[in-house]
Structures are given as structure tokens and as C-alpha cells.
């Protein structure tokens, strides 16, 4: 089963802009991470955060975790092209969410 | 560092035959595996977790009969889809972390299995 449900379920913006992506979580949980998947392909780590821990930053990535609301998001700032991907959450027990799919538009 | 290699990328079986999927932890040892199921445009199942030297754990609705998953080894997970039929055409999909964890999981590039 999955864990959790990430919102929007698609989002499509231009070069430049930021892309924001939620995630929703069911369970109490030690860490949660965030994945990228080029259609077709594996997917690749991006970040992760523990539950101790409200924010962190990686490039231009920025994850938030509330563990009070059981959410967390990701933000991509001056996207680009190259980021139009899917996006995962997962949780500890490596349960995913169902996704974002970003288009960026160039 | 952290790569993980499944294989083969793709297959094409007749039904009633069985495939084997390899995934392997090329650069570090992993005591567990995922192995996930993905349908076009939707997220990852998770169908199992792969123990090394004991048996696997089935998520609930998964044929653990169908769906034989091997874990011999700390670098080796192997699933194979027996008797396959074309319902069971998909993407799989394997993952693995070091020892040390947590880190993020390194996942394999999937296997895409069309049965006809």
C-alpha cells in the first residue's frame, strides 16, 4: 500500500519559475525522502530529511518537513527544462506516494 | 559510489514462461532490497522486501508463489515472475541502500517486461 499522496498531481510551469510539490504522510515516520523519475527510468535520490529536522537545502532544492501536519514539501527554484521529471516522496519504509509529474516548459 | 544494476533493461516472454530479474548492489553491501511495481503514469508499488538470508516480506496482495524473490547474497536480489501472463507486463523496479543507512535508496534503471 502506499504511504502517502503528493499534490498537485501534475504541475506545469515555465524556464525560471519555481515548482513546489507537497507530500502527505499517514504514519509516524524516522525520515522521508525525495526522488526524481525521467519517464521510463530508475529512479535517483534527491534528498532526504529526518524527522528531527524542519528544513533543508541541497542546490536548488529545498524540502520542509512538518511532522505536526504529517507533510512535507519541495521546492525547486529557477527551474529548468531539464527538470521536467516525476517526483516522489517516500517514506521511511520506503512506501511512495503517488507523484508529481513537472513539466517545465523552455 | 552507491550504484545498483538490474538486469535485463527489458524482456519479452511468452506466457506460461518465467523471468528472472537480477538486481545488484555493485559498490556496497545491501542486507535489504525493494522491489517495486510501476503501471504507465502512476507511482511505485511496493510488492516485497528482500532479506538477505531469509525470506522475503510480501506486501499484502502480492502472489509470494508468482513472485519469487531470492536474496542469496549481500549483493544480489533476484524476482522471478513465474508462469507469467500479459496482466503481468510492467515495470519492475529493485532498490538498495548501504549497510549504513539511512541514506537515500539507489534503485536499479527497471526492467521492462511486456508477456505476450
Known amino acids: 500500500s502506499q504511504q502517502g499522496e503528493e499534490d498537485p498531481q501534475a504541475l506545469s510551469i515555465q524556464e525560471g519559475e519555481n515548482a513546489t510539490m507537497n507530500c502527505s504522510y499517514k504514519t509516524s515516520i524516522n525520515n522521508l525522502q525525495w526522488y526524481r523519475q525521467n519517464s521510463g527510468r530508475g529512479l535517483v535520490h534527491l534528498i532526504l530529511i529526518r524527522s528531527n529536522e524542519r528544513e533543508k537545502h541541497s542546490g536548488r532544492l529545498r524540502v520542509t518537513l512538518d511532522t505536526s501536519k504529517k507533510s512535507s514539501s519541495l521546492l525547486i527554484t529557477a527551474s529548468r527544462a531539464a527538470d521536467t521529471a516525476s517526483y516522489f516522496c517516500a517514506t521511511g519504509d520506503m512506501r511512495f506516494g503517488a507523484g508529481t509529474r513537472l513539466t517545465v516548459k523552455p | 559510489g552507491a550504484v545498483v544494476s538490474q538486469h535485463p533493461s527489458w524482456v519479452i516472454c511468452k506466457s506460461g514462461t518465467s523471468v528472472k530479474i537480477e538486481c545488484r548492489s555493485l559498490d556496497f553491501q545491501a542486507t535489504t532490497m525493494f522491489w517495486y511495481r510501476q503501471f504507465p503514469k502512476q507511482s511505485l508499488m511496493l510488492m516485497a522486501t528482500?532479506?538477505?538470508?531469509?525470506?522475503?516480506?510480501?506486501e499484502q496482495g502480492v502472489e509470494k508463489d508468482k513472485f519469487l524473490i531470492n536474496h542469496a547474497s549481500l549483493t544480489l536480489s533476484t524476482l522471478t515472475v513465474t508462469s507469467a501472463h500479459p496482466e503481468d507486463s510492467s515495470f519492475y523496479i529493485c532498490s538498495a541502500s548501504p549497510l549504513t543507512a539511512p541514506y537515500g535508496y539507489t534503485f536499479g534503471s527497471g526492467t521492462r517486461l511486456t508477456v505476450v
Open positions: 528482500s532479506n538477505e538470508g531469509s525470506k522475503a516480506t510480501y
